[in-house]
Structure formats: structure tokens, C-alpha cells
């Protein structure tokens, strides 16, 4: 690893299906504390965690820093590290769904509820994104975007050596797209549509500019089988 760096990990597994989503599923939580293990054991230590404002970033931190038997680390809460409206995003582009009750009979109709819950958030997504329908959102895709530069920002200006930053697939989207893309829309989705639980992705910060080593490492799950999309 460089002298400073990042390393930018989603959260595990959310509780997909659950009244309360922002919280870890049983796997979420095996995510977390294997990936600590992996961390401890390749000698990737923080000087500093950093986390998101959700349940679900603060309980795959506490299963990290369990894995890795770090217990003298404390974590700095960032909510400019929060996930974009997931609810907020669906509710716009299908407003039927504000019954959650409908949302549920309609996924389960298909006979396959996970696979058209992604195809319709994905298509959900698009249409957030695309900027053409702004003020039906809480937080237009261009403030989420903004939010999550600003964070980025921050966290690099503090960091002195390695830091460890938890947070949500959008989030490690955003900065993937910022430094390869020169921020591309089309950049941003397939990231967004592609990056598992718990994944790792490493940030080099050197005097000039920010460099984006790797993307979505997940090896710390394969053998456990338990690399995961939502």
C-alpha cells in the first residue's frame, strides 16, 4: 500500500425482504467479520476508521474490527458517507410502491422476487439519474453526487496515513467514477450495478491526484461462498 490511502468497503449484506432494511442480515455480518480477519491478516491496519450515519455501516465496522482483533481503533461518523434514498428513489419512479404491501405482491407475483426487485430498481436508478425529473426527489442524483465528493474530500484531507472508510455501494460508485471516468454517468451505474458486499476498493493518494488501484476486491468471501450483489 502507498504511504496514504484509502480503502473503501460497502457494507455487508443488508436485510433485503425485512421491515427494517438498514440492518445486517446473518451473511452481512459473516461478510464483515471475515473480512476483518483478511484485512488483519495481509497487515492492512488503519490509522482511522471512518463510517457512514446507517445501521448497517456501524455493524459491519463492529464485525471488522472484531475479525481483526483491532480494539483499540475508534470510528469517526461521517453522514456525507450515507447511501442514496433507496425507498425515495423507487417511491418516484413507481409511486404505487409507497404501499409497501404492493411492492411485495408484485416481486413475489413474478415468482422470482429477487431478480425483479433488482431489474426494477435498476431501471428505478436510471431514471434517477438521468436528471430529467430532479425536483421528484428528496435528493436529486446531482446533490447525491456533491454530497458524496464532499466527503471524499474531507476524509483524503485528514487521512495522514491509511484510512478506512465504510459505506454504501453508491458512495464507493461515486468516487470509482470521479477517478477513472472524470465522473461519467455511465461509469457510475455500472459500478453501482456491480460491486458486492463488503468489497474493498483501494485509493492511493499521491501529492498530485487521487488513483483508484483496485475495484470490488471479494476474495475474502470466496471460499466461505458468500459474495453477494444486495
Not at 455511465?186 to 483501494?202: G, H, M, P, Q, Y
Amino acid at each position: 500500500m502507498d504511504p496514504r490511502s484509502l480503502l473503501l468497503v460497502r457494507h455487508g449484506q443488508a436485510s433485503f425482504g425485512k421491515q427494517d432494511y438498514d440492518q445486517l442480515s446473518p451473511s452481512g455480518h459473516r461478510q464483515a467479520r471475515l473480512l476483518g480477519a483478511d484485512l488483519a491478516r495481509r497487515g492492512l491496519r488503519p490509522d482511522r476508521i471512518v463510517c457512514g450515519g446507517m445501521k448497517r455501516h456501524a455493524q459491519t465496522v463492529a464485525e471488522i474490527v472484531v475479525g481483526a482483533e483491532w480494539e483499540d481503533l475508534e470510528t469517526e461518523v461521517d453522514g456525507r458517507w450515507n447511501e442514496l434514498d433507496h425507498v425515495d428513489v423507487i417511491q418516484a419512479y413507481r409511486p404505487a410502491y409507497r404501499h409497501n404491501l404492493l411492492l411485495k405482491a408484485d416481486m413475489v407475483r413474478t415468482l422470482r422476487p429477487r431478480a425483479a426487485f433488482e431489474s426494477m430498481f435498476e431501471q428505478a436508478l436510471r431514471r434517477w439519474a438521468g436528471g430529467q425529473h430532479d425536483a421528484d426527489y428528496r435528493e436529486s442524483f446531482g446533490a447525491f453526487r456533491e454530497r458524496v465528493d464532499a466527503a471524499f474530500d474531507a476524509t483524503v484531507e485528514a487521512t495522514t496515513g491509511r484510512t478506512l472508510v465504510v459505506t454504501s455501494a453508491g458512495c464507493v460508485s461515486q468516487i470509482a467514477a470521479r477517478l477513472t471516468a472524470a465522473g461519467s454517468l455511465d461509469a457510475w451505474k455500472e459500478f453501482a450495478l456491480s460491486i458486492s458486499n463488503t468489497s474493498v476498493s483501494r485509493v492511493a493518494l499521491g501529492k498530485e491526484r487521487a488513483r483508484l488501484q483496485t475495484f470490488n476486491e471479494v476474495s475474502h468471501l470466496d471460499a466461505a461462498g458468500l459474495v453477494t450483489l444486495r
